[in-house]
Nanobody
Framework: QVRLQESGPGLVKPSQTLSLTCTVS??????????WNWVRRPPGKGLQWMGV???????YYSPSFKSRTAISRDTTKNQFSLHLSSVTPEDTAVYYC???????????????WGQGTQVTVSS
């Protein structure tokens, strides 16, 4: 059973960079053909896909976030990370890391989820 756990600050100031890490257990982030996603749910809104890093290190971003987002990984720690720059209060959301057993760009279904972490952008 794959487990994902998000970690990072719960409060970020406007214009700063939001950085979150997802620690994976029960499976390797380099296992073919796993894909590791970041999604978020702002209050009162639907789920928003932000980007994905695949088992081979390929990275794909949502056009909505591409200019402000960077996804990276540390295979030695079995972790992958999200960095969202120039945040505003509109970036307040519950952020999730989520895994697909096979990359499905544009899909909204995921095979495994983290529990999510609340991030609030406020001065």
């Amino acid at each position: 059973q794959v487990r994902l756990q998000e970690s990072g600050p719960g409060l970020v100031k406007p214009s700063q960079t939001l950085s979150l890490t997802c620690t994976v257990s029960g499976g390797s982030i380099t296992t073919s053909h796993y894909a590791w996603n970041w999604v978020r749910r702002p209050p009162g809104k639907g789920l928003q896909w932000m980007g994905v890093i695949a088992y081979d290190g390929s990275i794909y971003y949502s056009p909505s976030f591409k200019s402000r987002t960077a996804i990276s990984r540390d295979t030695t720690k079995n972790q992958f990370s999200l960095h969202l720059s120039s945040v505003t209060p509109e970036d307040t959301a519950v952020y999730y890391c989520a895994m697909q057993e096979e990359l499905r760009l544009g899909a909204t279904e995921y095979d495994w989820w983290g529990q999510g972490t609340q991030v609030t952008v406020s001065s």
